[in-house]
Protein backbone atom coordinates (compact mmCIF):
# COMPACT_ATOMS: atom_id res chain seq x y z
CA UNK A 1 0.00 0.00 0.00
CA UNK A 2 1.21 3.43 -1.03
CA UNK A 3 2.03 6.30 1.63
CA UNK A 4 -0.31 8.65 1.97
CA UNK A 5 1.39 11.40 0.28
CA UNK A 6 2.20 9.40 -2.72
CA UNK A 7 -1.88 8.45 -2.58
CA UNK A 8 -2.42 12.26 -2.71
CA UNK A 9 -0.02 12.45 -5.44
CA UNK A 10 -1.45 9.96 -7.65
CA UNK A 11 -5.02 11.57 -7.10
CA UNK A 12 -2.97 15.02 -8.21
CA UNK A 13 -2.14 13.38 -11.32
CA UNK A 14 -5.19 11.68 -12.27
CA UNK A 15 -6.89 14.83 -12.19
CA UNK A 16 -4.60 16.63 -13.91
CA UNK A 17 -5.13 14.04 -16.84
CA UNK A 18 -8.92 14.33 -16.06
CA UNK A 19 -8.30 18.00 -16.92
CA UNK A 20 -6.23 17.17 -19.73
CA UNK A 21 -9.12 15.04 -21.36
CA UNK A 22 -11.90 17.72 -20.43
CA UNK A 23 -9.45 20.34 -22.32
CA UNK A 24 -9.48 18.43 -25.15
CA UNK A 25 -12.97 17.77 -25.48
CA UNK A 26 -13.98 21.55 -24.71
CA UNK A 27 -11.73 22.11 -27.76
CA UNK A 28 -13.72 19.82 -29.81
CA UNK A 29 -16.95 21.23 -28.40
CA UNK A 30 -16.30 24.73 -29.18
CA UNK A 31 -15.68 23.84 -32.61
CA UNK A 32 -18.82 22.08 -33.42
CA UNK A 33 -20.64 25.42 -31.96
CA UNK A 34 -18.89 27.35 -34.49
CA UNK A 35 -19.50 24.40 -37.72
CA UNK A 36 -22.82 24.54 -36.34
CA UNK A 37 -23.18 28.33 -36.62
CA UNK A 38 -21.42 28.44 -40.06
CA UNK A 39 -23.76 25.67 -41.46
CA UNK A 40 -27.17 27.49 -40.15
CA UNK A 41 -25.67 30.99 -41.46
CA UNK A 42 -24.72 29.64 -45.08
CA UNK A 43 -27.75 27.63 -45.10
CA UNK A 44 -30.04 30.93 -44.19
CA UNK A 45 -27.82 33.23 -46.28
CA UNK A 46 -27.39 31.34 -49.13
CA UNK A 47 -31.41 30.68 -49.22
CA UNK A 48 -32.52 34.20 -48.35
CA UNK A 49 -30.63 35.05 -51.23
CA UNK A 50 -31.12 32.02 -54.08
CA UNK A 51 -28.23 30.54 -54.07
CA UNK A 52 -29.54 27.44 -52.67
CA UNK A 53 -32.77 25.43 -52.91
CA UNK A 54 -35.02 24.14 -50.08
CA UNK A 55 -33.20 20.39 -50.03
CA UNK A 56 -29.99 21.71 -50.21
CA UNK A 57 -30.80 23.87 -46.78
CA UNK A 58 -32.14 21.00 -45.49
CA UNK A 59 -29.12 19.50 -45.58
CA UNK A 60 -27.70 21.91 -44.08
CA UNK A 61 -29.14 21.75 -41.12
CA UNK A 62 -29.07 18.37 -40.69
CA UNK A 63 -25.64 18.12 -41.21
CA UNK A 64 -24.91 20.83 -38.59
CA UNK A 65 -27.09 19.32 -36.03
CA UNK A 66 -25.24 16.35 -36.93
CA UNK A 67 -21.86 18.07 -36.01
CA UNK A 68 -23.36 19.49 -32.94
CA UNK A 69 -24.71 16.01 -31.75
CA UNK A 70 -21.28 14.42 -32.32
CA UNK A 71 -19.51 17.54 -30.72
CA UNK A 72 -21.65 17.58 -27.67
CA UNK A 73 -21.79 13.73 -26.53
CA UNK A 74 -17.55 13.53 -26.03
CA UNK A 75 -17.76 16.36 -23.95
CA UNK A 76 -20.69 14.70 -21.71
CA UNK A 77 -19.41 11.47 -21.98
CA UNK A 78 -15.92 12.62 -20.54
CA UNK A 79 -16.93 15.09 -17.63
CA UNK A 80 -19.49 12.37 -16.77
CA UNK A 81 -16.69 9.89 -16.00
CA UNK A 82 -14.78 12.40 -14.48
CA UNK A 83 -17.65 13.06 -11.92
CA UNK A 84 -17.75 9.95 -11.10
CA UNK A 85 -13.60 9.32 -10.49
CA UNK A 86 -13.35 12.57 -8.45
CA UNK A 87 -16.87 11.35 -6.23
CA UNK A 88 -14.69 8.36 -5.77
CA UNK A 89 -11.61 10.49 -4.78
CA UNK A 90 -13.34 11.75 -1.99
CA UNK A 91 -14.49 9.05 -0.71
CA UNK A 92 -11.14 7.56 -0.32
CA UNK A 93 -10.37 10.67 1.11
CA UNK A 94 -13.19 10.55 4.01
Same mark, same amino acid.
Given at each position: ???????????????????????? +??????? +???L???????????????????????????????????? &??????? &??K?????????????
Amino acid at each position: MPKKSDLKEIMYLEIEKSRINREK +SRIVLNK +SLFLYVLFMLVGVVGFVSDYIDSNMLNILIIAGIVVLVLG &TVPYLLI &THKEEKKINNFLKELK
